[in-house]
Each structure stands twice: as structure tokens, then as C-alpha cells.
């Protein structure tokens, strides 16, 4: 009995006594994926969708959209998160750095009108014209005064991370400073209690002296300390 080999859509499997699995024929190889992480990426740098990569990938690997798109969401995403954010930083300093220089262009543009409406060198002109395309010099000076600004920016980025620690470490000085304080005013509190209690002894003492005369001692002085805090004990 001769034994058919079966063909189903993206699977091959042979009947040869046992039925064997083999590889999938769309499986997706390592280079495969590396292109369609790269693209992507491209495409998140220069600011275009995700969408847009997908397409262009499929033509290049004989694919649908929506498989490139459901491989890189499934499989390939999760590998590349820090240079996904990564590109999206890149993106932005692409905007920021086009928004620049067209605001450059357009200050350049306007510098060179005289008062009366007329561009230099070009009398009779129309101030509605489009603008003349940038030299190379003018695109050397405008990239120029980009990094003297990214240098700048960094500057103040690091200037104020280092404020921010010198703040961390004034907190904490003051903080162990309200500490200190708290401490030395207890302890000023337990001086001036002492401090008043001697005051009085002395005057108790100073008063038994008077009545007594030469038949004072400490001993009665003590005495007399002892029985007024009973006293007080007692009436309270």
C-alpha cells in the first residue's frame, strides 16, 4: 500500500509508520528577526510608524503586514526595550533639531529683507518668494550653534544633579543639627530645674542661719529640706 504525503497549509507532515512534525516552513529565522527589529527601530528614529516597517518588511521577506507585525509584538519587542526607548530619544532630538533650524531658516529669511519690503541683492522682489536654499556654510554655522546649545543644556543638567545632592546633604546637616538642639534645650530644662532647686536650698540654708546662729548645721538644713517635702507631699 503506497502512503500519500500530506500538504496543509505552513506544516509538513510525513506518514511513514509514524507520524514525524516537521520544522515549520514559515518559522521566522534569526536574521529574519534582526531585520525586522532594525527597521522598525529606523522607522521609530526618523519618526514614521511602526505600521509603515511592517510593510516594508514584508516585501522584503515575502510576508504579510500583520505577520511582521504579530512576530514583532509576540517575539521581538521584548528583546529591544531599551533601544526602543532609546530611538524614541533619538526622535525627538531629530524633531527638536529640525524645528531649529526651520525656525533658523525663517529668522535668516526675515534678517535679510531691508525695511522697505525689497531682499538684498534682489530689488524689485517679492518678500513672498520662497527662501533661497541654505549654504553650506549656513548649515555648518546653524549645527554649530545646535551643539554649543546640547552643550549648554548638559551643562545646566549637571549643575543642578549636583544641587540637588548638595540640597540631600543640607537636609540631612539640618535634620542632625534639630537633633542636637532638642537634646542640649532637655538638657538646659534639667540644668535650670537644678539650677533653681540649689537656689532655694541656699536660701532655706541662708534662713536657718539667721533663726539658728551658731547652732546651724547642714544636718538640721536637711532636715528641714526633708520635712517641707513631706509637707508638700502631704498637702497635696
Known amino acids: 500500500m503506497e502512503i500519500k504525503r500530506k500538504n496543509y497549509d505552513h506544516i509538513n507532515i510525513t506518514i511513514d509508520g509514524v507520524d514525524n512534525m516537521k520544522t ?3 518559522a521566522w529565522s534569526h536574521e529574519e528577526d534582526v531585520l525586522l527589529a532594525e527597521t522598525v527601530l529606523q522607522y521609530i528614529r526618523e519618526g514614521k510608524t511602526q505600521l509603515a516597517a511592517f510593510e516594508v518588511v514584508g516585501r522584503q521577506l515575502h510576508r504579510t503586514a500583520a505577520a511582521c507585525g504579530f512576530r514583532w509584538n509576540a517575539e521581538v519587542r521584548k528583546r529591544y ?8 530619544k533619538q526622535r525627538k532630538e531629530r524633531k527638536r533639531a529640525l524645528e531649529m533650524m526651520k525656525k533658523w531658516q525663517k529668522d535668516s529669511t526675515v534678517a535679510a529683507w531691508s525695511p522697505s519690503g525689497e531682499r538684498d541683492g534682489a530689488e524689485g522682489s517679492s518678500p513672498f518668494l520662497p527662501a533661497a536654499p541654505l549654504t553650506l556654510e549656513q548649515c555648518i554655522s546653524f549645527l554649530q550653534t545646535l ?5 549648554e543644556m548638559e551643562a545646566i543638567r549637571q549643575d543642578n544633579e549636583r544641587l540637588k545632592r548638595e540640597r540631600a546633604e543640607w537636609q540631612t546637616r539640618n535634620e542632625q543639627l534639630a537633633q542636637k538642639l532638642e537634646r542640649l534645650e532637655t538638657r538646659q530644662t534639667t540644668v ?10 541656699m536660701a532655706r540654708a541662708r534662713q536657718l542661719a539667721s533663726e539658728e546662729g551658731d547652732r546651724f548645721s547642714l544636718a538640721q538644713l536637711f532636715a528641714a529640706e526633708a520635712n517641707g517635702s ?3 507631699l502631704a498637702h497635696s
Open 81 to 88: 526595550l531599551e533601544a526602543i526607548e532609546q530611538a524614541k
Open 147 to 151: 551643539r554649543r546649545g546640547i552643550e
Open 192 to 201: 535650670q530645674e537644678d539650677y533653681e532647686a540649689l537656689v532655694k536650698i
Open 24 to 26: 515549520r516552513q514559515d
Open 230 to 232: 513631706n509637707e508638700s
